[in-house]
């Protein structure tokens, strides 16, 4: 008996548990494109949402993305990213803001890499028409054009007769 108790029993050997990688987006970053694809006024059901979710990322997604997606929606509502409208939801102010503003900063950010990209490949002077951005082109037009008065009584109206008489 003492040599039962000295003894001591090797745990089984563990399947290795391969780490869980999902290779679709963050579920609220699935629901934000979505809720702004549909554009629903009141908010959208789950169901649309399932529907638009499922459109995009089809391949990607689980058997039980529904499930999971049900549960994502009631978290973001009491997290207070979304808004629950009887049985619809919605972007939350707060939400739709920081959006917009990510939007925003991702045009800068796209503005300034074209900006250097065409400085490096390019000096200002030989640039072409085609590059220069269609709000530099537009005020090139308007800097060539010669305003005109606005009637004939006012001191420029009468300047620019007597320029034209003579």
């Given at each position: 008996?003492a040599?039962?108790?000295t003894?001591?029993?090797?745990?089984?050997?563990?399947?290795?548990?391969?780490?869980?990688?999902?290779t679709?987006?963050p579920?609220?970053?699935?629901?934000?494109e979505?809720l702004?694809?549909?554009?629903?006024k009141?908010?959208?059901?789950?169901?649309?949402i399932?529907?638009?979710?499922?459109?995009k990322?089809?391949?990607l997604?689980?058997?039980?993305?529904?499930?999971?997606?049900?549960?994502?929606?009631?978290?973001?509502?009491?997290?207070?990213?979304l808004?629950?409208?009887r049985?619809?939801y919605?972007?939350?102010?707060?939400?739709k803001?920081?959006?917009?503003l990510?939007?925003?900063?991702?045009?800068?950010?796209?503005?300034?890499e074209d900006?250097?990209i065409?400085?490096?490949?390019?000096?200002?002077?030989?640039?072409?028409?085609?590059?220069?951005?269609?709000?530099?082109?537009?005020?090139?037009?308007?800097?060539?054009?010669?305003?005109?008065p606005?009637?004939?009584?006012?001191?420029?109206?009468?300047?620019?007769?007597?320029?034209?008489?003579?």
């Amino acid at each position: 008996m003492a040599e039962e108790k000295t003894l001591k029993k090797t745990p089984a050997a563990k399947k290795p548990r391969k780490p869980k990688t999902t290779t679709h987006p963050p579920y609220f970053q699935m629901i934000k494109e979505a809720l702004m694809a549909l554009k629903e006024k009141n908010g959208s059901s789950p169901y649309a949402i399932a529907k638009k979710i499922e459109e995009k990322h089809k391949s990607l997604l689980p058997e039980s993305f529904r499930k999971i997606l049900s549960l994502q929606l009631k978290n973001s509502v009491a997290k207070g990213k979304l808004v629950k409208i009887r049985a619809s939801y919605k972007l939350s102010d707060t939400t739709k803001m920081t959006t917009r503003l990510q939007d925003k900063k991702n045009k800068k950010n796209m503005k300034q890499e074209d900006k250097e990209i065409t400085k490096r490949t390019r000096s200002s002077s030989t640039r072409s028409k085609k590059s220069m951005s269609v709000n530099k082109q537009e005020k090139m037009r308007k800097a060539k054009k010669a305003r005109q008065p606005k009637s004939i009584k006012s001191s420029a109206g009468k300047k620019a007769m007597k320029a034209s008489a003579a």
